[in-house]
């Protein structure tokens, strides 16, 4: 018996005139359409007349949904994978089905079409010879401030996602790890009504963000670090910079090495001498202010106010 085929089809990331010729006569022939969330997608469906029966495939049921879909697969129907907004696969939970059906064999068909991803760089005018795309960031810890490490010390263009609530504390932290000057860009709704773009340094566009808190899904692109020799002084300022955040000195003299070149032992040694200095200055101003507090050379501390020959 013939397997069936999974159609992987690209929605909207807003505007509904985005639908491809191709993508709707898909979404009208396949047996199910199986959607990240059926009241989502029965938007779109009503809105083009495509009467088609479907499921829901996301993170709560995905493990209990699979096998049932795969053995659709098997029994020779033809599957419409789809997304609340966008291509499925990046950044939804379609990902295991998709890999699935590669790893049984079963017939696979992708569609090309809209991408938050594709948008925010064609529109970003930083050059796009090559990228990488991060998708979501930890939202804490020392697993976000590495990943934010990395990213500062990318010569490539990088997309992110990002939530409103967040984004003004990303950019935040992106200067603190001393890309303040970079370029970059926040677009804001893409393909909606109330699409905007935003443009600046990363400062620039922190205290934007902070200032004037802005709604709506948004996609950050930074211009990739420019290559350059090692510099000790941008090392040791990102070093001290990210021991203020609590990191262990071999953990931050790590970080720093990534985003500045510069060695991570070299780093390393150049926070202990400091460190060393800084010991030995204390000890030396209270050396000093014991020796302030002592009496004018000549003078008896045994001795009251009243002179010698009183």
């Known amino acids: 018996m013939t397997t069936g085929k999974l159609y992987i089809v690209p929605t909207p990331i807003g505007n509904l005139e985005d639908m491809t010729f191709r993508a709707l006569r898909v979404l009208q022939e396949v047996e199910c359409i199986v959607a990240e969330d059926t009241r989502h997608t029965g938007i779109l469906a009503a809105h083009y007349g495509i009467k088609r029966p479907m499921l829901s495939f996301n993170d709560h049921n995905s493990s209990r949904r699979l096998p049932e879909l795969l053995a659709r697969l098997q029994q020779g129907e033809r ?9 499925p696969g990046i950044s939804d939970p379609g990902l295991p089905l998709l890999q699935a059906v590669i790893a049984q064999g079963i017939a696979l068909e992708v569609l090309p079409g809209a991408s938050a991803v594709v948008t925010a760089l064609s529109g970003s005018g930083f050059s796009l010879a090559r990228f990488v795309f991060e998708g979501f960031l930890p939202r804490k810890g020392r697993q976000r401030q590495e990943r934010l490490a990395a990213l500062v010390a990318e010569e490539r263009t990088v997309v992110i996602y990002e939530s409103p609530l967040r984004m003004a504390q990303t950019l935040t932290d992106l200067q603190a ?6 370029p970059a860009v926040v677009a804001r709704e893409l393909t ?4 905007s773009w935003h443009r600046g340094s990363v400062s620039e566009l922190a205290e934007l963000f902070h200032s004037n808190p802005h709604k709506g899904e948004m996609v950050l692109v930074l211009r990739g670090q420019e290559a350059a020799l090692p510099c000790e002084e941008q090392g040791r300022e990102l070093l001290g910079q990210l021991l203020t955040t609590n990191l262990a000195l071999g953990q931050a003299a790590r970080q720093a090495a990534r985003v500045s070149g510069v060695s991570r032992n070299r780093l390393y040694q150049m926070a202990l001498q400091k460190r060393q200095a800084e010991q030995h ?4 101003e209270e050396g000093s202010a014991r020796l302030q507090s002592l009496p004018e050379s000549g003078e008896d501390p045994s001795l009251g106010s009243e002179s010698a020959d009183g």
């Open 79 to 87: 599957l419409a994978l789809v997304t609340d907004a966008g291509t």
């Open 177 to 182: 790890l001393g890309c303040g000057e970079r």
């Open 192 to 195: 909606k009504h109330y699409e």
């Open 281 to 284: 200055a204390e000890e030396e």
